[in-house]
């Protein structure tokens, strides 16, 4: 069985920092690549980053480059963002995401590309 576990959530002043951890079981690490997905109540799920286990530069969405840094421990099975310089509008649930290809291969800022999912943490930003 597959299971993504989000952890490191929490509430922060603007300008605060966060490092959210996505712990992996039941996949091969290095065989997927992982996104980190946000989503507020009303909208649609917002891709932030995709990051392949292989090491390549991740990609990031416009919104949160420069401040987002994404990144794997394959010897634990993990991947992390750390987030600096949170605003209020990075307010959202954070949801990490497995694919089983690398980003370049697949739609990765699409949340139906990714196949195994976390339950998701809250992350509040206050101003």
């Known amino acids: 069985e597959v299971q993504l576990v989000e952890s490191g959530g929490g509430s922060v002043p603007a300008g605060g920092s966060l490092r959210l951890s996505c712990a992996a079981s039941?996949?091969?690490?290095?065989?997927?690549?992982i996104g980190w997905l946000r989503q507020v109540p009303g909208k649609e799920r917002e891709w932030v980053s995709c990051g392949d286990i292989s090491g390549d530069m991740p990609y990031y969405a416009d919104s949160v480059k420069g401040r987002f840094a994404a990144s794997s421990d394959t010897a634990k099975n993990t991947a992390y963002l750390q987030m600096n310089d949170l605003k209020p509008e990075d307010t959202a649930v954070y949801y990490c995401?497995?694919?089983?290809?690398?980003?370049?291969?697949?739609?990765?800022?699409?949340?139906?590309?990714?196949?195994?999912w976390g339950q998701g943490t809250q992350v509040t930003v206050s101003s």
């Open positions: 039941g996949i091969t690490f290095d065989d997927f690549s």
């Open positions: 995401a497995a694919a089983q290809d690398e980003c370049a291969n697949f739609d990765y800022n699409e949340a139906y590309e990714y196949d195994y």
